[in-house]
């Protein structure tokens, strides 16, 4: 039996996030050579998801469609905003295929159906078969229909929570532009320490507020982030967060060796 | 009630089939201009469907994945034509855009499952929701899944028949570069002699060749294209074919105005 991974790779790292739609082509052509280094098709099925970074959130920020779509100017600002994303997946995608992976767009919101900015449903038929045949279906952020307010944001992290509640992988790695968790937001705090592990116990603490100095830094979205995989790992499936600013260490986590980082213990 | 209308533009009115990878930007801009003029959103819920032409032909007539995947190459192959696929629908959909159309790429080979080139399965959840709040879904040819050749090419039209047996539209415009279904090759032969109408009981005479040289032109394609909306026919759903290289006929159908061409008649 080969091991189901599911990788995401975090806007931040593969584009400015200061400056809209920009891609990070650098970082996007290294993670590709990583992938194709770590990813053994003989042992492991692949399901790849990457955010939007300054491809979605400078949009976002300005048409508002994240908060529900109120004129008919917000149904073309929607539309927009979906070809920009298959655009920029485009160009990942590309430079994927380009070290030979076979990484195949999957556009989530072809399928799904959101309901007050939470996905109620989204049909994987198409990626289990895909992931059968040896391709690497590659998903990513997305505006989605809403059958409450007619459009949310369906995030990478979002999809990445739904697939791992329907296919329970073997493996997450969740890489983003830090180490892991800190106690602190490590971009703003010296102060700020790594957590190098949180068991279901210790986030039941930091819940409740219990941990003092040594609480979750809940900046940044981390927060949400961590909250989706320990519902992961509630059902068992232990998860990684890994920085994939760092040369190698995608790699590295791939092949499972050790890489610094915060591991959500189911 | 509003009415729901499916229009398909053939993959060679929107691309140079000539020129590998070469749109007719010309008549992608004409055709989303008409298309704004023809779309009443107050009346109707419109779905539109496109070709690949020369995004597609060229590539797949080079890589071969239509005919199954044989080895880990193709795989590659495979992801490549999709990201070439959205590319081209990136640029169709803009043109739309420009001209507030609210047209929303959807993915088809994103929940498609084939089996032996055909369609066996494929999700209208989300292209439902989307016409509920006034979304136009753009649908085009991909190359998708196939459980028993592992890919295979889910053209434009298949997935007009797919759309067409699921939604029961009320109208269907099969808008190509000749103006209907012919009694020959019009292209090439110059007794070509247009027919207006076809009935179900006019498709089994041709069917069992005792039309003579009324027969349809079985050549090119066309004949599996009026075998597909037969098939609708006989549900009860009558199509058009028209001319969309000719202006204002996309315009002039949408509107419910005469255009010359073949209405296959339910």
Known sequence: MKDLVLLKIGGSVITDKKKAFTE??????????????GYNPRRMKLILIHGAGSFGHH????????????????????????????RFNAMVTESLQS???????????STAVMHNIRLKHMC??????????????????????????KCSILSGDMIMSWIGKELKPDKII?????????????????????IKEITLEDWRKIKNGLTGSSSVDVTGGMFLKVSEMITLAKLGISSQFINASRAGNVEKALKGKKVKGTLIKA
Do not use: C, W
């Open 24 to 37: 990070n082509r650098k970082a996007i052509n290294r993670l590709s050579k990583e992938i194709r280094k």
């Open 59 to 86: 949009m976002v920020h300005k048409n508002k469609i994240h908060k529900g779509i109120r004129n008919s100017k917000q149904l073309v600002d929607f539309a927009e905003t979906q070809t920009v994303q298959n």
């Open 99 to 109: 070290q030979r992976i076979p990484a195949i767009p999957i556009l989530a919101s």
């Open 174 to 194: 969740h890489a983003t532009d830090v180490d892991g968790i800190y106690t602190a937001d490590p971009k703003r705090s010296r102060k700020a320490k790594l």
């Open 124 to 149: 994987l038929d198409g990626v289990k078969e895909l992931l059968k045949i040896g391709m690497v279906p590659v998903l990513y952020g997305v505006p989605a229909v809403d059958t409450k307010q």
